[in-house]
């Protein structure tokens, strides 16, 4: 089995960074590969905001391009996304994803729980 956690949400104002954490519970007989985040805004469908393949390989939403960074530890089975000059629309639960293989060679895509990411202006 695979799980994902995520941290580092949490209240900022306009302006402001933060990171999030996202780290995968797993036996190693699970190949991880590209993960990335998500985010839903209130109202709003969930929507990608970045990912990463496993040897490194980037992509970005248009408004978090030049703002947030991904970034992968592929020895922690772990994902970062550091988010700077945050803006209100920002505002979202952020959510973790990672494509796997199972040992039976099965495809799976994982999420997290989420985090609550709140941008005040």
């Known amino acids: 089995q695979v799980q994902l956690v995520e941290s580092g949400g949490g209240l900022v104002q306009a302006g402001g960074s933060l990171r999030l954490s996202c780290a995968a519970s797993k036996s190693s007989s699970f190949e991880m590969k590209a993960m990335g985040w998500y985010r839903r805004a209130p109202g709003k469908e969930r929507e990608k905001v970045a990912s990463?393949?496993?040897?490194?390989?980037?992509g970005y939403e248009d408004s978090a391009k030049g703002r947030f960074t991904i970034s992968r530890d592929n020895a922690k089975d772990s994902i970062y996304l550091q988010m700077n000059n945050l803006r209100p629309e920002d505002t979202g639960t952020y959510y973790c994803n990672a494509r796997t293989i199972s040992p039976s060679l099965e495809y799976l895509e994982i999420w997290g729980e989420g985090i609550l990411v709140t941008v005040s202006s």
């Open positions: 990463i393949t496993k040897s490194g390989t980037v």
